[in-house]
């Protein structure tokens, strides 16, 4: 349980004291602001305290925003002050350096309960400000119409208890609890009644993660469903596939409804939609194979698969590359001008939400599609839209990059070098006596090697040479790519060129084999490779680094995984099913690998609590 120490004698009718405890403290007074010290070292190391003034006035959710948001090592409004375990030895310093001798022999406690809170005198306040000038980052929560004050006398305090009656704060929570930029069809079709819910499994004790859980399984039977390939089954995927959807925005409004963050939550979250959505497409080539036309989807499936999952790789390495150091110019590129000036455009910040295709629109155009029409229709349209999608966005963002004056941090290149998963062939090309200088190199040799690379799946004979050949190169204009730090304008593509190598030379090499089952044990392999993928960039987001080296020299990399499947091509060419079974060795080899480390990793993980609000693909 939390603690929560009232810096003086409580005000007599003051509710306070029980509203703290509705919020999981436990209360404890200090008869004066000496014994501040002494009751704060009580308190168990690992717990979260709270200071709070008793004559503070204000909304119990403004109360809740402060002191239980478990994001921050510490956080205050006007009157409260709370802090986690990290931050509790800084305010000890400053307590004894403000409620000591000294400073009550100065007249200080004589204003840390009356003074207003828009002056210097409150204690809370001065130890917020006295935390932050120590280094510590104090989180002030935005209140927007939500009360929080300590009024300095029976006038102030009667008009701040009128300004609180005047608000419901329940009806701001559920407010707050949607997100605040999201895709049209979640923020007018969803979301207004999803909150609802939210607070219906809040009041009943359900936790995000238990809702996410439930989205997953509820879409694991919409690809059953899909599976049967019966116009009934297709029918009720496609609603089962909404109402996961439905509890996917659920959970999220959950969290900060009463802000239950956690890393493991945020990780939670964002892979299970990946899981689900793609095991939503297996369904339907399952089904495809199934009806009457015995129709064989695998090909656009594993195709809508590596689109999607090369959409977000854009995503998550151009926003981790704007991570930026010295001579930022912040958002003031042409190109960030013309958004801006489009997104004061009421009616333009939507179409262009939409033509992203962000999840919300792409699952209800997929539910509706698997409900009417059939599974090939519904990857077609899904392909179409995606690849529009994505030239829009990545043009964008290279427009910006060209047009942004900044320097790379560090961190910056790190993450991207992080995120372009080189294995050992790499990493022994960029340790060697090869160099690549010039501010557009590294984008250039990947691409080069990528799409020398693809080309050769595409066009040589299955199983000739010439693909190991091609797969050597590729993974020597890999390990040159990432030979220097990635600071350049464009460098976040690298990473994306290397997801488009992997797995576009996946899909092609399973596509033209015409071996039984090659597509679908090639849809497992890019699925548990990119499974790989999204926990680096979620460890990353999360602060936690990316997986141990170790993980990722044992996956190969993707240049080695890249030169395994080219062997194996080459090897197995001819021999039946053979490179069908070699392919599902590998992806149940890599699953269980990166999977089993994966979910080790964030059961145990102590990275600080956090909430993704999500990729709007």
């Known amino acids: 349980m939390s603690t929560a120490i009232l810096t003086g004698l409580p005000v007599p009718g003051s509710q306070l004291g029980p509203e703290l405890r509705s919020l999981g403290f436990d209360v404890r007074s200090a008869q004066r602001p000496e014994d501040l010290p002494g009751l704060l070292a009580e308190v168990p190391p690992g717990e979260r305290v709270a200071l709070v003034d008793p004559s503070f006035v204000g909304h119990t959710h403004a109360l809740r925003l402060a002191l239980t948001d478990p994001r921050f090592p510490a956080a205050a409004i006007p009157g409260a002050l709370a802090v986690q375990a990290e931050a509790r030895p800084a305010l000890a310093r400053a307590l004894a350096d403000r409620t000591g001798p000294a400073a009550v022999a100065e007249g200080g406690a004589a204003v840390a309960v009356n003074a207003p809170a828009t002056g210097t005198g409150v204690l809370t306040d001065r130890l917020a400000s006295a935390l932050q000038d120590g280094g510590v980052a104090v989180h002030r929560p935005e209140l927007g119409s939500l009360v929080a004050t300590v009024p300095a006398g029976p006038e102030a305090a009667f008009a701040a208890r009128r300004a609180v009656d005047a608000v419901d704060d329940e009806a701001v929570r559920l407010r707050n609890a949607v997100k605040s930029r999201d895709g049209f069809f979640t923020t007018f079709c969803i979301s207004p009644y999803s909150r609802y819910l939210a607070r219906w499994c809040a009041r009943r004790g359900l936790t995000p993660n238990q809702v996410t859980t439930a989205s997953l399984l509820t879409a694991l039977i919409a690809a059953g469903c899909a599976a049967t390939g019966t116009r009934a089954g297709f029918v009720a995927a496609g609603v089962l596939l909404l109402f996961s959807f439905v509890l996917d925005c659920t959970d999220g409004q959950l969290a900060r409804y009463s802000l239950q963050y956690s890393t493991l939550g945020a990780w939670l979250d964002a892979t299970f939609d990946r899981a689900k959505e793609y095991a939503y497409y297996a369904g339907l080539a399952i089904g495809a194979a199934r009806g009457g036309g015995t129709d064989d989807v695998w090909a656009l499936a ?214 039984d089952g090659a597509l679908p044990a090639a849809f497992g392999l890019v699925a548990a490779v990119a499974y790989h993928h999204y926990d680096t960039v979620y460890r990353i987001k999360g602060g936690s680094g990316a997986p141990p080296r170790l993980l990722v020299r044992l996956a190969g990399g993707h240049e080695g995984r890249t030169l395994v499947v080219a062997v194996l091509a080459a090897a197995l060419a001819g021999r039946g099913t053979d490179f069908t079974l070699a392919l599902t060795a590998l992806a149940v080899a890599l699953a269980l690998l990166v999977v089993v480390e994966s979910i080790r990793f964030w059961v145990s993980s102590g990275a600080p609590a956090v909430h993704d609000e999500g990729e709007t693909a």
């Open 302 to 515: 594993l195709g809508a698969m590596v689109l999607q999952t090369c959409r977000h790789v854009v995503d998550f390495s151009f926003n981790e590359a704007h991570v930026v150091g010295t001579g930022a110019d912040g958002n003031t590129s042409p190109t960030a001008a013309l958004s801006d000036r489009l997104d004061s455009v009421g009616w333009t910040v939507w179409v262009r939400r939409m033509i992203v295709l962000p999840i919300g629109e792409r699952w209800a155009m997929i539910a509706v599609l698997t409900a009417v029409t059939t599974p090939r229709t519904v990857f077609y349209a899904l392909l179409i839209g995606c690849a529009f999608a994505a030239c829009y966005t990545t043009a964008g963002r290279v427009l910006r990059s060209l047009s942004r004056r900044a320097t790379r941090t560090d961190r910056a290149a790190l993450a991207l070098a992080e995120l372009a998963d080189s294995g050992p062939l790499a990493e022994l090309v960029a340790a060697s006596r090869l160099r690549i200088k010039g501010a557009w190199t590294a984008p250039v040799v990947a691409a080069a090697g990528a799409v020398a690379l693809v080309a050769a799946a595409l066009t040589q004979p299955f199983g000739s040479r010439q693909m190991i050949v091609a797969a050597v190169f590729y993974a020597i204009t890999s390990g040159l790519a990432v030979s220097a730090p990635l600071k350049g304008a464009l460098d976040w593509l690298v990473p994306p060129f290397f997801r488009a190598a992997e797995y576009g030379t996946v899909l092609a090499l399973a596509a033209r084999s015409e071996v």
